[in-house]
Nanobody, 112 residues
Framework: VQLQASGGGLVQAGGSLRLSCAAS????????MGWFRQAPGKEREFVAA????????YYADSVKGRFTISRDNAKNTVYLQMNSLKPEDTAVYYC??????WGQGTQVTVSS
């Protein structure tokens, strides 16, 4: 599966962004999908994901209540809605499909 992440940008603290992860090849509903991020000088960290069945969602404590992962199988796309953004959310965001498939990343910058 080939993944394309988009939707990043520059936003002020308290603002919102919606990231998209679309598959140019493959069917995303067949994969366990998730979002990760990597800030400068830090390791890549988990942000949000679906369970194997897709019926449950999981979030890092740092984003719980502010971020929402969702999917549109008809559009073969997974989303990450990010609200109440904080400067510490600044990072490159990556989508991932189980099996080691990564999108190319999209930059999110939150100014204070």
């Amino acid at each position: 599966v080939q993944l394309q992440a988009s939707g990043g940008g520059l936003v002020q603290a308290g603002g919102s962004l919606r990231l998209s992860c679309a598959a140019s090849e493959g069917t995303l509903s067949r994969y366990r999908m998730g979002w990760f991020r990597q800030a400068p000088g830090k390791e890549r960290e988990f942000v949000a994901a679906f369970s194997k069945s897709g019926g449950t969602t999981y979030y890092a404590d740092s984003v719980k209540g502010r971020f929402t992962i969702s999917r549109d199988n008809a559009k073969n796309t997974v989303y990450l809605q990010m609200n109440s953004l904080k400067p510490e959310d600044t990072a490159v965001y990556y989508c991932r499909a189980n099996g080691g498939y990564w999108g190319q990343g999209t930059q999110v910058t939150v100014s204070s």
